[in-house]
């Protein structure tokens, strides 16, 4: 089991940045991609970005690219999202997620979510 946590998320105003961290443990080692999601009030839950363990090749949604990084920190076992140029369409609970080997083929393991809110 990969137990996840995330942290960092906050207000702030529109065109601001933030940086979450999610911090992997448990079964760390059979970690094959991690990502972020987020889900705003009323819409279901989207795709932000995905790096892959081993690589670092990464992927973005449309809405984000140009404004978000993904990265990992191998060793520490992090995940971390840098929001940049944020707007208020940004708002939304962020998951951090992880794929593991042998697993379900999308995102095994889940974390609680960090409130993330841009005001105008």
């Known amino acids: 089991q990969v137990r996840l946590v995330e942290s960092g998320g906050g207000l702030v105003q529109a065109g601001g940045s933030l940086r979450l961290s999610c911090d992997a443990a448990?079964?760390?080692?059979?970690?094959?991609?991690m990502g972020w999601f987020r889900q705003a009030p009323g819409k279901e839950r989207e795709f932000v970005a995905r790096i892959r363990w081993s690589g670092g090749t990464t992927d973005y949604a449309d809405s984000v690219k140009g404004r978000f990084n993904i990265s990992r920190h191998k060793v520490k076992n992090a995940v971390y999202l840098q929001m940049d140029m944020l707007t208020p369409e940004d708002t939304a609970v962020y998951y951090c997620?992880?794929?593991?080997?042998?697993?379900?083929?999308?995102?095994?393991?889940w974390g609680q979510g960090t409130q993330v809110t841009v005001s105008s």
């Open positions: 448990g079964r760390t080692f059979s970690t094959v991609a």
């Open positions: 997620a992880a794929a593991v080997v042998g697993g379900s083929g999308g995102m095994d393991y």
